[in-house]
């Protein structure tokens, strides 16, 4: 499975980016898929993702703010931010599992999904 992540850029406090995560070699179906992000100095933290169902999950510092969709015709997965703040610069990466068991306590936590993209990156400015 290969994933490919686009969509980020430079964009000014209160502005909008929307990322997309491609994959090839498997459809996401229903696997669990997220977006984690990563900022220097820091550890990769949960943003968004969506397991069981189609059932969405936020992070607390985006809720509200993004928002995480899949379109299984493009097998694609999309990152809406909206009202973004520059506490939200960072490498944002997608990854999927390759269970569709994943117990919920773990759709936030990065160890629990087996294919990542290449990251792509977000920078906001004040």
């Not at 669990?32 to 933290?45: G, K, L, Y």
């Not at 607390?60 to 097998?75: P, Q, T």
């Not at 117990?103 to 990542?116: E, F, G, M, Q």
């Amino acid at each position: 499975v290969q994933l490919q992540a686009s969509g980020g850029g430079l964009v000014q406090a209160g502005g909008s980016l929307r990322l997309s995560c491609a994959a090839s070699g498997r459809a996401f179906g229903d696997y669990p898929v997220a977006w984690f992000r990563q900022a220097p100095a820091r550890e990769r933290e949960f943003a968004a993702g969506i397991w069981r169902y189609g059932r969405p999950y936020y992070g607390d510092s985006v809720k509200g703010r993004y928002h995480i969709s899949r379109d299984n015709a493009k097998n694609t997965v999309y990152l809406e931010m909206n009202n973004l703040k520059p506490e939200d610069t960072a490498v944002y990466y997608c990854a999927t599992s390759s269970s569709r068991g994943m117990i919920l306590s773990s759709v936030r936590v990065p160890n629990a999904y087996d294919y990542w993209g290449q990251g792509t990156q977000v920078t906001v400015s004040s």
